[in-house]
């Protein structure tokens, strides 16, 4: 067996209270060192040292992935956390002191930054029909049915750079509430599940007495705009952490 | 701390917020089974504490692992009894799911374009072990 770690706090007297337990099932423990807490759980060393056969398991990796955040979660309702990212493995909890202790000063920095915190998620797409509306009806040649298609790409070029600029509009409001912010790439549709682009995909690290005048922009923003904006929360503060910047 | 919530603007979640008590009025509830999936992927994936561990991780590359991760989350939860690889079999045994076939069409088709891509560029990220810890880099 080795020891996953899944998030560091500083305050931590019991573990999270999660009924399925950790990764596996496993059940959780808590690891301390220098006045920080990791929250850890046993788990099979296979699994994880060959990656490389086992990412092709897709279930498994699923379940890895919800367990992990899970436990991030849960000791983030109560705490301030630092997530790590999926995956951080070590040979023993001995091992794991020894990260708390040099990495002290970074997972402190971390807690200090997100306390009283969550992380809020917003994004945008173009609305349905905004490229659409010059799809006009049934060609009558192949000319025609050419210059329709030109047209049509050419409104929803249009539509894409309007969205655009309002989803910045949006991010600038919202990142003003916030205390720091972080573009992500947009998710390709194939990811979203919808037809309509994504045109932000934002992270905002909100103060919790904030995050009612988020949630109050986001919903003036979508009633009054062009775009559907989408807002997820809270969240542990994953995009804060300082993970792969 | 606040409920959590997933909505989209389509579907103003004002309501939601009045009753407390989880009072989500049904128009903000989370969205059910994989569906945020995605989201939780993209974060615990990409972001959070990367630090070097004692085993090297090396996944591949995010979008192609999240959309093949999809793959198997829709056909988890929407066709749980027939196991999670039943695309792969004879496609008359999913007939009249032409709407996930469709998305997993289109998913497919995503993987493959990534997988060429990938030929060109070599994974790009978290080989773990060849990483400095990042805290370490603040000192």
Redesign the interface.
Known sequence: MITYLYAVGRDLERVPDVGSGGVGGGALRLVGEAGLQAVVSDVDREAFEDLDAHREDLAWLASVARAHHGVVEAVGRAHAVAPLALATVYLDDDRVRAVLRESHEAFTAVLDRVDGRDEWGVKAYVRPGAARAAAGERPSSGAAYLRARRDALRAGDAAVADAEREAEAVDAAVSALAVESRRHPPQDRSLTGRTEQMVLNGAYLVDRSAAAEVRALVEERSRTGSIDLELTGPWAPYSFAGGAA | ??E???????M???QG?QGGQGGQGGQAARAPG??????????????????A???Q????DI?L?????????AS?DKAKEMG?DWWERDPTLSSGRGELEE?NE??R??VAALEQAQVRRPAR??T?TERT????E??
């Open positions: 701390m606040n959590p919530v997933r909505w989209t603007g389509s103003p979640p004002t917020r994989g569906t945020d999936l995605a989201d939780i992927l993209e974060r615990v994936l990409d972001k959070g504490i990367v630090i561990g004692d085993i991780i090396n996944l591949l979008e692992l999240t959309i093949k991760l999809r793959l198997v989350v988890v999670i998305e289109r998913l088709e995503r990220r978290r773990k810890p990042e805290p370490e603040e000192r």
